[in-house]
Structure formats: structure tokens, C-alpha cells
């Protein structure tokens, strides 16, 4: 893809787990290898994803990479892999561009090979279409210049055929048979005419029909009524008519135990931010019982896993009244923060935020540029600055992270293994994908069971990269001592 | 000037030598890469899928663009812009347009292959708009189409003209030469029409409707063009051939897919499916076009052939597609289990139903009444251009 592409791309917000992130990261082992992946997907499928890896561990010298389809793994119908291309001055950087054929959740397999052996990594992410090309002046001109001139000779042809295809040798043309000529070749020219409206008409109905798909991928509505100042209930609602026919046959998964993950962002100055767990009810729809709440307008953000292993970020707004009292069912899981509002300014960076008892997350300095993949890394450490000791999974996980554009427009639920939620590695695992006991595939590493660092590690990263420039503020939550603690970092991003 | 000159009129013209001049055989070679070409790379995207400019299949699809405007080109420049008495014998037998002068196939071939360089962009940007479309037809698909279609009926025109002026006008390889050219835009048509001739629609109406409205204007257009009594069923004919061997040749060669996701598992070149049995209706309309019966009416003659066709097209093509489901036709002679690496079956029976795409029963009649009804204004239109194309000139 030429890099005009990109800019003048119509992007929409696309859905897949996050909103206005498309781009898929891994980090995690692969056998002895320890790996960073980045899928950077195509505006439009089928198109070409761009895969990077870059391997921590210094000695892989080939990477190959093939896809399929998440749901349905089989080892016999994977493809011919492509082999990635090794960077010269970057030994340990492997790119290479993939077809991506198919709308859906995917899954790569990635075959390394180094000084340590072979092995192999199962990555599911998905593809979808995320906008249309506009048909730029210069080209527009271009192809009905050419039309024009096709339409002209074609009548031109037609003319003639009528005029002098008939001839004998060296026979002038009649009078009669000039005018006639003429006449057909006005015919000609309505037919013509009526053929390229026709086209058009063909080329509006195709475009419309690319249209809906762009439409179904876009991030469902999240409908949400108070049932009574404590109860929050949420509908689920695509934004494409299709989108429901296919909620309708596709039952969902839990993502760390839970089918949705609800999070509330108070807006315009993302100072307050629950992550709830709302309950399913028997009509599909969503119930999530709200903690004591301030007053404000919220936006929502609630992941679902649909059973394909496809997420989806529904999005919706609700104004709530101040809540107090104690909740109906309060969730271990859930949890909330408050505190500041987004700070707009370049230079207002934090790098450390104060936690409960003294202790503190320091963010990790690292790149701060759109595009640019990277490890989002924090330590916690104790008011004397010694690691701490009490971390522990907060939902399965070494810690969860948030990153949410001041403008709402991006939002990304990440885990230290990636962007893809659990579910998602869950689906390709019951698909049959090779776990890492199958001693018929040596070296498999699946990447659901391998965490790039210790559980209990008071250190976690999260590999990601902000998708487009602006100010983010990054929401970082672990668990210590049976509670969960919620970091906060603004940054602003070129 | 508008008036014929009776001085120049009576000129002797030298007729053309009785050997097929071998720009014309290197036209004949254009289209036969063209057809080959576009075969090759529907099979490329069914077994292996990787897709770039640069395959084996696009290479031979505009080699004969390249070809077919070489001789364009070959034959228009040397006659508008030489002088000698060549070039003045090929001005006699030429058509003007926009100030160029050409024989009329010259200038088909011409369109052909600026249609085919013009369905390059925008081929180009769709792909960056909608994505790869993997299907025949899309807008920029049946521009490149065109072209090729263009490609192949000015090979046609260029050999009727040739024909004309020969020193030997009938019989031998000219004749066979029309036949091939007919027959190669037939598949052409044919391949450009796949996606309403699948096999599980065949027992529907829609695809009769769209074989009525195309296939008597084609068959009866380039039947009467060859001045052969059998002019339609040779060319249905050698369009069976053709279609035969592309599914006899193909699946010799050994592919696998280089995209995911892989739902089939391929081992060799996926062809594309058993052709339709249009010879069997360009036999009737070969029969029924040699016959005088009943008035002279040209619309009479149409009604009678059209529904010639449709009848002969559904009493032949309905069973044989109910045997194609059989597994008796699940082998190399018949294709019937090809699928492509990307088809998903929802069950393993799927690809051998019939799909109904009429909602009832009155739906399908009225659909077949349509046919009938596109059929026979198909035969008047393609009765009237071959008997044009028959008095080709120039």
C-alpha cells in the first residue's frame, strides 16, 4: 500500500476488540524465542496486512508466516507460508506482507527457526474492512477521459461498420448510406450512454455493497437505560442490519470469566473510570449493577467475544446521577478510579503515579510517536523504591491497560500478551490449533499459555502502539493484596 | 465526399493470397493466449490465490492484448500513412475513422487493447477502495473484459475481411480459423457469464434467462457471420473443446495455496466447471436457420429459433446438471468435486443441491417466460449483425 493511500483513506472507527485501533500486537515466547509482533492491517479486504516480529532473543534467522481461519483450525489446510523478510541493518527485524482474503477473526502461524531450534506461535486476530478510497480529482478525470474516449470510438466503430464495412474495393460511399450511418451512430451513442449510466448505476450498488460491509465491522451501539438508579441495563445493537441476523446465531464467550467488560469514562475529562462486569440475562441483554457513581455524562465502552473469537467494542453514552449506597452485587472483578482530568498539555507527561500505602507505578520511558509499536512498560514499587512484593492476576492477567484518545475516538482494552482478549486465543485452541504438550509439533508454543513475564512480576508491559497522534490517557490496572489498583498516565502523542 | 465514383468503383482489385498472412496467425496466437490466460488465472485464484501482476496467467492475458494492438497497429499505420501501390490496395479495402484508415477488425482490435490498458487503473484503485475483488464480474473486470472480447472479434472481423478478398474465400483454414475465432469469444462470453451458470442454480430460471438474453444474439451473430451451413455448432463446438480441456489440462498440474484461510485441500490446479451444453441448441439453430418454413417474416424466423434454443438449451442442460450432482460425475472427466481452496462448505453435501432462486413455482414459469421472451429478440438482433458481418468488406 503507497503511503497517499493511508492519508487520504475515509477511515472509520472499526470495531475488533478496540475502537479506531486496528492494528494487532503480540508479545510472548515462542518455544525459547521470546517475540514482538505487530500486524498492521490493510484499509480494505482482501488487501495486504504488513506482519513485523522482532525477536527479543537474538537468534532466530527465519520467520514464516501463514493464516487460518480462527474457528477452524486444521493443520492439514494451511497454506504455503510466506517467508519474512530479515532486515539487513536489524538482524533480529523479520516484515513480510500477507493477504489478508477474508472478513473475520484469523490466526497466524508464525514459524521460527534459529540457533535454538524450531518453533511455532498461534496469534488470532482479526480483518476487516475499515473504510473506502475516495476516487481522487486526477484519476476521476483520467478514467472518464478514457471512458469518454472508448464510448467515442466505440461508436466511431460501429459508424463505419454501418458506413463502409459492406464496400466493395475502392467503392465511395453513397449518400444514402452516409446518413444512415449517421443515424446508427446516434443510436450507437444512446446505447453507449445508456450502458455507461448503467455501469455507474453497477459501480454505486458494488460501492454501497462495500459500504455495508465497512458498516457491519463498525463498532456496535451500546444502548444503556437506568432500571432504577443502580441497575444499568445494555443492549448490544449493530449498526448494520446484518449485524443483528449475525448476533442472533452467534452465542458469546466469556473473556476472563466474564461476557462483557463494561467500562465507564466520564467525559469530557476522563476523570472517573469504572471497569464493571455486567450479568447476561435470558433476552441477550446486558445488567450491570453500578457502584456509587458521580454525576456526569459517561461514555461505554463494553467488550464482548462473540464464539468465532471475534471481539467487539460496543460504544454508547448514558448522563448518571450521583449514586450512593451500597451496590446489589458487587463484582470481585470490577473496580473504579478517580482522580484528575486529562491534562491536554504536551508536557504533561506523568511518568509516576502515587498508589495506596505509599507505593507508586512509574512508567517505563519508551517512544511516544503514532505507529510506532513498543513495550508500554510500568513497575510498582514501594515508597522507598523497592519492587513490590503483594502483585497478584487481576482476572488471569499480569495487569490490564486502557488507552483512550482525549476525543474518544481510539480506545483499546490491552493485556501484556496483545491485543487480542483471551477468548480469542481460548476459540483457536478448542478449534484444534497444537498445544504445546503435543509432542507432534515440536516446539509449539500456543499463545494463550505464555505470559512475557511472571504473574507476579511488580513489573508489566503491554505491547501496543497509539494508532494516530493526539492526547491519551492510559488507565493501567493490577491487583495487590486481594485489590485492584488503577495507574493513570497522560501522554501526548505525535 | 459522399458521392461513389463509378471510375474508381470498377477498378480492378487484386484479390489476397490463398495463405493465411502471418499477421493473422500471430492474431490467432493473441487470442488463444487470451483465452488460455484468463482460464489459468480463474484456476490461479481458485487453487493458489497469490495474487500479482507478474503470474504466469495475467502475463499470458496480456500478451495477447499486446498482440492484438500490434496488429492494430500493423495493419492501420501502414495503411493510413504509406505510399506505393500497397498501401493504396490496402486504402481500398479500408474503413476511415477519426482520420485513420484500417480494416474494421483492425480498429476493433485497436479498441480492444486500449479498453484492456484502461481497466489497469482502475482495476488498480478498486483494489485499494473495495479490496482485491476475487470475482469475473466487477466494473473494472468487465472493462478488461470488453477489451478482451474486443480483442477476440477483431481477429474475427480481420479474418472475414481476409476471407473476402482471398484468392481462395471458402473452405480449408480460413474456415477453420472463423470457427476457432467464434469459438474462443464464445467461451470468452461464457466465462464472463460463470457466476449465472453455476451448477446448483441450473435448475432455476434466472441462468436460462441470462443464456436467452446473450446466447442466440452470440451463436446466430457469429454462426451466420462464417457463411457455413454449421457455422453455430463448430463454434459451440470448438467452445466445448475449449472448455473441455481446461478441465481436463489443468488439474495435470500440481498447486497449493499460498493464502489462508484454506478450507479445501488442493493438491493441483482447480479448473473451472464442466462447460454448458450450448452445442446442442447452436445444432437446432443450425437446423432451424437452414430451414424455410412458415412466412417470411424476420420476427416469425426469431420466435421459431429462440424458442428453438431455449427449449433444446433446458431439455439437455436440466438432466445432465441433475447428473453432475450424481456422484457418478465427481471425477476427472465430469470435475464435479473440484472446489477451490477458499469454499466453506456448511456441510458436506452442500455443493452437490440445487440452490432454488425461484420462490415458487409461479416465480420459476414466469422467469421462464421472461427467457422465452429475451430469447427471441436475441435471434432477431443476431440473425441481422451475422448476416452483416457475412458482407464484411473492409
Redesign the interface.
Known amino acids: 500500500?503507497k503511503p497517499y493511500?493511508l492519508f487520504c483513506f475515509v477511515l472509520a472507527m472499526p470495531a475488533g476488540a478496540h475502537v479506531g485501533s486496528p492494528d494487532a500486537f503480540f508479545e510472548g515466547d515462542a518455544g525459547p524465542y521470546h517475540v514482538f509482533v505487530t500486524i498492521r492491517k490493510?484499509?480494505?479486504?482482501?488487501?495486504v496486512a504488513v506482519f513485523e516480529l522482532r525477536s527479543r532473543t537474538g537468534d532466530v534467522r527465519e520467520v514464516k508466516i501463514?493464516?487460518?481461519?480462527a474457528y477452524?483450525f486444521d493443520e492439514?489446510?494451511?497454506?504455503?507460508p510466506?517467508t519474512a523478510t530479515q532486515s539487513r541493518p536489524d538482524p533480529q527485524f523479520f516484515s513480510c506482507g500477507?493477504?489478508l482474503?477474508?472478513d473475520g477473526p484469523?490466526v497466524a502461524i508464525i514459524q521460527l527457526d534459529g540457533s535454538q531450534g524450531k518453533a511455532r506461535l498461534a496469534i488470532p486476530f482479526t480483518s476487516y474492512?475499515q473504510g473506502?478510497?475516495?476516487?481522487g480529482n486526477a484519476?476521476g478525470v483520467?478514467?472518464a477521459a478514457?471512458?469518454l474516449?472508448?464510448a467515442a470510438?466505440?461508436v466511431?466503430?460501429v459508424s463505419?461498420?454501418v458506413?463502409?464495412?459492406?464496400?466493395?474495393?475502392?467503392?465511395?460511399?453513397?449518400?444514402p448510406r452516409?446518413r444512415r450511418a449517421r443515424m446508427v451512430a446516434a443510436a450507437s451513442a444512446i446505447i453507449v450512454a445508456a450502458l455507461l449510466w448503467a455501469?455507474r448505476q453497477?459501480?454505486g450498488a458494488?460501492?454501497l455493497g462495500?459500504r455495508g460491509i465497512v458498516d457491519f465491522f463498525q463498532p456496535p451501539k451500546l444502548e444503556a437505560a437506568l432500571e432504577s438508579p443502580h441497575r444499568l441495563v445494555l443492549k448490544v445493537v449493530g449498526t448494520h442490519p446484518n449485524w443483528a441476523r449475525y448476533a442472533k446465531r452467534t452465542s458469546l464467550v466469556p473473556d476472563h470469566g466474564h461476557l462483557m467488560h463494561l467500562f465507564l469514562i466520564r467525559v469530557p475529562s476522563l476523570d472517573r473510570m469504572w471497569h464493571l462486569h455486567p450479568a447476561r440475562l435470558e433476552n441477550g441483554d446486558f445488567l450491570a449493577d453500578l457502584p456509587p457513581v458521580d454525576a456526569g455524562r459517561y461514555h461505554l465502552f463494553g467488550d464482548i467475544v462473540d464464539r468465532n473469537g471475534f471481539p467487539w467494542t460496543a460504544v454508547g453514552e448514558i448522563d448518571l446521577a450521583a449514586t450512593g449506597g451500597p451496590r446489589g452485587s458487587a463484582d470481585d472483578d470490577d473496580s473504579g478510579w478517580a482522580g484528575a482530568s486529562l491534562a491536554l498539555s504536551a508536557e504533561a507527561r506523568r511518568m509516576v503515579y502515587p498508589l495506596a500505602g505509599g507505593a507508586r507505578m512509574v512508567w517505563l520511558p519508551g517512544p511516544l510517536r503514532a505507529g510506532v509499536a513498543t513495550q508500554f512498560r510500568f513497575r510498582l514499587e514501594n515508597a522507598d523504591g523497592s519492587p513490590v512484593q503483594d502483585m497478584e492476576p487481576y482476572m488471569g492477567m499480569a495487569g490490564h491497560a486502557e488507552f483512550v484518545r482525549s476525543d474518544l475516538a481510539v480506545f483499546a482494552h490491552i493485556h501484556p500478551a496483545g491485543t487480542a482478549p483471551m477468548a480469542a486465543f481460548e476459540v483457536v485452541r478448542l478449534s484444534g490449533a497444537p498445544q504445546p504438550s503435543d509432542t507432534s509439533m515440536p516446539g509449539m508454543q500456543h499463545a494463550a499459555m505464555t505470559m512475557p513475564h511472571d504473574l507476579l512480576s511488580p513489573e508489566v508491559s503491554f505491547p501496543y502502539a497509539f494508532p494516530s497522534p493526539g492526547t491519551y490517557r492510559i488507565f493501567v490496572q493490577v491487583r495487590r493484596a486481594g485489590r485492584v489498583e488503577t495507574g493513570v498516565f497522560d501522554a501526548a502523542v505525535e | 465526399m459522399t458521392s461513389a465514383s463509378p471510375l474508381r468503383a470498377i477498378e480492378p482489385f487484386a484479390p489476397a493470397a490463398s495463405r493465411v498472412p502471418w499477421q493473422l496467425w500471430c492474431l490467432m496466437a493473441g487470442i488463444t493466449s487470451i483465452i488460455a490466460g484468463i482460464y489459468w488465472d480463474v484456476s490461479w485464484h481458485m487453487s493458489i490465490g497469490r495474487d500479482t501482476f507478474w503470474t504466469p496467467a495475467h502475463l499470458a492475458i496480456h500478451l495477447g492484448g499486446i498482440l492484438g494492438g500490434l496488429f492494430a497497429a500493423a495493419s492501420i499505420l501502414p495503411t493510413t500513412f504509406g505510399r506505393g501501390p500497397g498501401a493504396l490496395e490496402r486504402r481500398r479495402v479500408s474503413v476511415r475513422i477519426w482520420g485513420f484508415r484500417g480494416p474494421l477488425g483492425a480498429f476493433v482490435c485497436a479498441w480492444g487493447g486500449i479498453a484492456m490498458l484502461s481497466s489497469a487503473p482502475f482495476d488498480n484503485w478498486w483494489h485499494n477502495a473495495y479490496g482485491l475483488d476475487v470475482k469475473i464480474l466487477s466494473p473494472p473486470h468487465v472493462l478488461l473484459l470488453s477489451g478482451m472480447i474486443a480483442i477476440e472479434g477483431g481477429a474475427l472481423l480481420s479474418i472475414l475481411q481476409w476471407r473476402a478478398h482471398s484468392a481462395k474465400p471458402s473452405g480449408g483454414a480460413s474456415d477453420w480459423l472463423v470457427f476457432y475465432a467464434g469459438g474462443v469469444i464464445l467461451s470468452n462470453i461464457l466465462l464472463a457469464l460463470d457466476e449465472y451458470s453455476q451448477r446448483a442454480n441450473l435448475h432455476s430460471a434466472l441462468p436460462y434467462e441470462v443464456f436467452s438474453a446473450a446466447l442466440p444474439l452470440l451463436l446466430l451473430a457469429l454462426g451466420c457471420a462464417s457463411g457455413s451451413r454449421w457455422g453455430c455448432t463448430a463454434m459451440a463446438g470448438v467452445c466445448l473443446l475449449c472448455g473441455l480441456a481446461q478441465l481436463w489440462i489443468l488439474p495435470l498440474f500440481p498447486a497449493e495455496p499460498k493464502l489462508g484461510p484454506v478450507f479445501q485441500h488442493i493438491t493441483h490446479f482447480i479448473p473451472m466447471r464442466f462447460p454448458l451444453l450450448i452445442i446442442v441448441p447452436a445444432v437446432v439453430l443450425d437446423l432451424l436457420r437452414a430451414r424455410r418454413v412458415g412466412p417470411p417474416s424476420q420476427w416469425f424466423r426469431a420466435a421459431l429459433l429462440g424458442a428453438g434454443f431455449l427449449t433444446a438449451l433446458v431439455a439437455f442442460q436440466w438432466p445432465f446438471a441433475s447428473f453432475l450432482m450424481t456422484p457418478a460425475a465427481r471425477n476427472w472427466f465430469f470435475g464435479s468435486h473440484y472446489l477451490p481452496y477458499q469454499f466453506q462448505l456448511p456441510d458436506p453435501g452442500f455443493p452437490y443441491r440445487f440452490q432454488a432462486l425461484d420462490k415458487s413455482r409461479a416465480e420459476f414459469w414466469i422467469g421462464m417466460a421472461v427467457a422465452l421472451c429475451l430469447a427471441i429478440p436475441s435471434a432477431r438482433i443476431g440473425t441481422a449483425l451475422g448476416a452483416r458481418f457475412a458482407r464484411l468488406r473492409r
Do not use: C, N, Y
Not at chain 1, 490493510?42 to 488487501?47: A, M
Not at chain 1, 473506502?132 to 476516487?135: A, D, K, Q, S, V
Not at chain 1, 458506413?163 to 449518400?175: F, I, M
Open positions: 500500500m493511500v490493510p484499509p480494505v479486504v482482501p488487501g501463514a493464516l487460518g481461519a477452524q492439514k489446510l494451511l497454506p504455503v510466506d500477507i493477504w482474503m477474508e484469523l474492512p473506502t478510497l475516495p476516487l484519476l483520467g478514467l478514457l471512458m474516449f472508448l470510438g466505440l466511431s466503430i463505419a461498420f458506413r463502409e464495412g459492406d464496400l466493395e474495393p475502392g467503392a465511395l460511399v453513397p449518400a452516409m455501469g453497477w459501480w458494488e460501492a462495500h
